[in-house]
Every structure is written in structure tokens, then in C-alpha cells.
């Protein structure tokens, strides 16, 4: 190896380090989003949680090198245009094909490294990380709790003449916040009003409790 090509490998090595270590933060604050919360619902340990963002990495190592690897050349080279040593080279006699012989070379050894982590690394490191993804998934779902559902209620009961109006009514329990219960005579007049804080039907007693509240009672002539 000349002491061009030493050259052009120094300086390709720090460009290709910053892009990759850029290229690799952003995959990495891609990932903790995803996965960083669920981690800690499931108090997981500091190891498991690196362990697990390193494994994501490793796997992304076959798109993380080529893309890093192409915009470390561009750098270079463009560093080497800026500097007018790239003219320079060409005026000793070394040609484009000779000047990126080290990129040849350096392209050959990371194709053979992508292929055996393809081959006998990465499918084991994917599968360990979906092992992980599922674990997590099956600990969320165990520990969810479905909010019980709470409507607001109206309802006209025709039978009895009655006009119910019912707050944050949850139809699992039979209970809610504030409610109004307006009693009708046969021809439609309001003759008494109930309005109440709170709630609730009792089951054993097969009627509904108002809770905190007041009746009212009109004429039904004068009303």
C-alpha cells in the first residue's frame, strides 16, 4: 500500500466513522421511540433494554454500512477536489481508477463481511429480537386494563311515563353521576322531578337508589 492510498484511507475512515455514527443515531432514537416505553412499563433491566437496542443495530448493519459506506466516498472526494489534491494526484499520473483502488478493496472486504452476518449472525439476532418484541407484547396485553365505558344516557320509558337523563352512566355497573328523572302523568304534564348527585340500580332491591339529591313535585294543572 503507497502512502497516497494510506492517505486516502485516513481520510476516508473519519468521514465514513461520522457518517455511520450519524446514519446509526438516528436508526437508534427511531428505535427507542418505538420501544423504549414498553421496556419500562415491563421494568425490564438496563442490560436487556442495551442489549436489545444493540441487537437492533447489528441487524441493520447490512443497510447502515453500503449507505454510509457511499456518502463517506462522496466526502472524500469532494474533501480531495476542495483541497485541489485530487488535481494534484492526477498531475503525478494516477488515474480515477487508480486513485479509488483502495475503495475496490474496502468495498470487496465489507461485501464479504455483510454476507457471512446475512448468512450465519443476523437470522439469529432477528429472531432473538422478535422473541424479545413478543415477550413485551404478551406482558402489555397481560397488564392492560379496558377502561369501562362511560356515556351520557337519555331515555324515555314509555310505559311508566318517565324521561331519564343520566351523566358518565357506565351500562356494565348500572351507575352514574348526576341524574335527572322527570315523571309525566298519562297526558304528558310533568307532576315531580327527581335530581340526584349520584346513581345507582340495585339489583337485590329491583329499583334505582338516587344518591345526594331532591325531589320536586308540580301541579299538574298550573304546572
Same mark, same amino acid.
Given at each position: ?7 486516502? %484511507? +485516513? ?27 414498553? /421496556?419500562?412499563?415491563? !421494568? ?7 442489549? /436489545? ?11 447502515? /454500512? ?11 472526494? *469532494?474533501? *480531495?477536489? +476542495? ?10 499520473? %494516477? ?23 446475512? *448468512? ?8 432473538? +429480537?422478535?422473541? %424479545? ?9 397481560? !397488564? ?52 340526584? !348527585? ?19 313535585? /308540580? ?5
Amino acid at each position: 500500500m503507497l502512502i497516497i492510498d494510506r492517505y486516502i %484511507l +485516513k481520510v476516508w475512515t473519519f468521514n465514513f466513522i461520522i457518517v455511520l455514527g450519524f446514519i446509526s443515531g438516528l436508526f437508534f432514537c427511531q428505535e427507542v421511540y418505538n420501544h423504549l416505553v414498553d /421496556f419500562l412499563r415491563a !421494568k425490564r433491566g438496563i442490560f436487556e433494554i442495551f442489549h /436489545f437496542y444493540w441487537i437492533s443495530l447489528v441487524i441493520l448493519t447490512p443497510m447502515l /454500512f453500503p449507505i454510509s459506506y457511499f456518502i463517506s466516498i462522496l466526502f472524500t472526494i *469532494l474533501g *480531495l477536489q +476542495k483541497m485541489q489534491e485530487l488535481n494534484v494526484l492526477k498531475s503525478c499520473g %494516477l488515474s480515477l481508477l487508480r486513485i479509488s483502488q483502495i475503495f475496490w478493496g474496502i468495498s470487496g472486504v465489507f461485501s464479504l463481511v455483510i454476507l457471512f452476518m446475512s *448468512l450465519f449472525y443476523i437470522p439469529n439476532l432477528v429472531e432473538e +429480537k422478535n422473541n %424479545l418484541l413478543s415477550m413485551l407484547k404478551n406482558n402489555s396485553e397481560a !397488564k392492560v386494563v379496558v377502561p369501562e365505558s362511560n356515556q351520557l344516557l337519555t331515555y324515555e320509558n314509555f310505559h311508566k311515563n318517565r324521561l331519564w337523563f343520566i351523566e358518565d352512566f357506565n351500562q356494565a355497573s348500572y351507575m352514574g353521576a348526576y341524574t335527572i328523572l322527570h315523571q309525566m302523568d298519562a297526558s304528558g304534564k310533568e307532576i315531580n322531578r327527581v335530581i340526584a !348527585k349520584k346513581s345507582f340500580y340495585d339489583k337485590d332491591l329491583n329499583t334505582w337508589v338516587f344518591l345526594e339529591g331532591t325531589e320536586l313535585f /308540580f301541579d299538574p294543572i298550573s304546572g
